[in-house]
């Protein structure tokens, strides 16, 4: 009881809740800013919440997950540009509601069902982080090792281009975080003479690189774009029996949300995708699917907030990240020196509840903040680009040289910015590089660890159930991809 | 095949009708890059001998080169296995990048180079003045407000209220 109290007590000072209102703040706004996201925003603030309060840092950064994903469907909604990926299926009914004169309904729809998504993940993370934290407890080495190569497994079924380049990204990442003094035998790997690398490549950079600059160089060749005229009024909250209509709907998307944002890697766009699907597939209209029908709405916004929460779970339990932007908040976690994985609730609970008043808290908040200023924050994609985007660079400039007053973490920076860039457009997408960066260390200390205990026979690994089974799992992810082929042919 | 599968699969992407060309080349260049890393981490020296062979620091390095590589050499061959999702990529990289893209790539370079002759501060100023321009704004008023008013408010934020060190960089000279 007395961790609980800390921390949701921890969340009643001013100062505290005045950053979890900045996060849900900078994330409407940053979810509503086509080009701009959550993933960007929490690898901007990182090295500038150094420092602030830790638990506090990791509560806005927490909040500001949870806003940016409904921020991105104001635009979606409104201008039929998903500020943000998880919006994108907001916007195929959400537009044509907004262009049917009911923009304000649309809007109180995606917001009514975003809260109720969130707040139901919320549920299933307080309840379900001790308890998988309780599990991961009697993990081994070569359990951990398994279960690592299973999150990045995931990697293949994780929404991008291709699964093959999604695991190239991941492994390039997991190589980059090979760079450095070996801690196990103070071997110098990959510094190639560089003296500032012995000390390995830093992740903040990179992330800021990742997400930062190479989407500034994509806008750069956007500039021309205009943005159609809005169509903006005034909020509408559905009435009771409308919501008493829908309630069925919310609490499944929430659920398959939920679920989807637990599994290692899978993140709110594949739920607000599936939340979309399962709402058509249930739906005894689906024929009014794309003409701006309000299932079309609800279904994919209780999906994706719910994803946000659920994405939580394995990443504060295990340790593993259970989406791109729960890899940066992992981050976060080691850089202000907490432990991830099951450790941490029982190092340090109050943090745990810390994250999950914060995320209850944003909830609410930007049902007010987004929906008050719903009009505000689609005004904002009027910013020109020719100063919005530097003031980006700026940020990462003074970002990634305030991590550690370096200037080659500002090279690192740009360098990242400018291989991911190149990367994106040979369809590698940045977010599995970041998981592979994040879980490198983890899967090389607890393979090492696995070796040393079975005397270097990798078939020894094999007599562990658990590690059995995330092998199964792995196998199972990998050829994921190849399922709707296999499908296809067999329903032929 | 279809009129659909050609479009999506244009015979000018492929080689012998079999290897993607673009794809050819981007595995070529992660297959080298592999396999000169592979190269270096040859050359890490043992550990010592109380420590075993386990605990030598290129085997990790090696075993995730050597998976990265296999992997890489799918690439060239995915377009026969998923078509469509290879178009998508193919769609994005047809467009050939734009002058002001590599305009801002020189940018970002040299004012990445000067800064820590110029320091956080006055690089700031130089980056606001600069970048608007590069990409085309027209109204000076505006630019100059922008330079001045945006690195200005970036100091206060983080120097005086979070207390973050600005290395003076030129602005030493000053006195």
Known sequence: MEPILKGLGLLLEWQNILLIFGGVFIGVLVGALPGLSSPMAIALLMPFTISLDPIASIAMMAALYCAGTFGGSITAILINAPGAPPAVATAFDGYPMARNGEPGRALGLAAVASVFGGIFSLVIFIAATPLLAEVALSFGPVEYFGLAIFALSMLASMSGKSSIRNLIAGCIGVLISTVGVHLATGVERFDFGVSELTEGIHFVPVLIGLFAMSELLTQSSTLQDVVRVMSAKSLKLPTFAELKKLKGLILRSSGLGTFIGILPAEGSTVAAMMGYNEAKRWSKTPEKFGTGHDEGIVGPEAANNAAAGGAMVPTLALGIPGSGTTALILAALVMHGFRPGPYLITETPELVYAIFGAMLIANFAFLGIGLAGARFFSLVTFIPKRFLWPSVFIFSLIGSYAYSSAFFDVWVMLISGIVGFFMMRHGFSPAPLVMGLILGPLVEETFTQAMVIHDSSFFQFFESGVFIIFMVLTVISLSSPFWPKIFKKKSK | ?175
């Open chain 2, 1 to 175: 095949m279809s009129k659909q599968k050609q479009k999506l699969n244009p015979a000018t992407n492929l080689v012998a009708g079999l290897v993607h060309k673009i794809d050819l080349i981007v595995a070529s260049v992660i297959i080298l890059a592999g396999a000169f890393m592979y190269y270096e981490a040859t050359l890490f020296p043992p550990a010592p001998n109380i420590l075993g062979d386990t605990l030598n620091a290129d085997i990790f390095p090696k075993m995730l080169i050597v998976l990265m590589i296999i992997l890489a050499s799918i690439i060239p061959f995915e377009i026969k296995f998923m078509p469509e999702k290879i178009a998508k990529i193919d769609k994005d990289r047809s467009i050939s990048l734009e002058p002001i893209t590599w305009k801002t790539i020189v940018l970002l370079i040299a004012l990445v180079s000067v800064a820590e002759f110029l320091g956080p501060m006055v690089t700031m100023f130089v980056t606001a003045a600069c970048f608007p321009l590069v990409w085309g704004e027209k109204n000076y008023v505006r630019i100059a407000i922008y330079s001045v008013a945006f690195p200005l408010f970036v100091y206060l934020v983080f120097n005086k209220l979070l207390g973050l060190f600005f290395d003076p960089g030129v602005l030493q000279y000053l006195n």
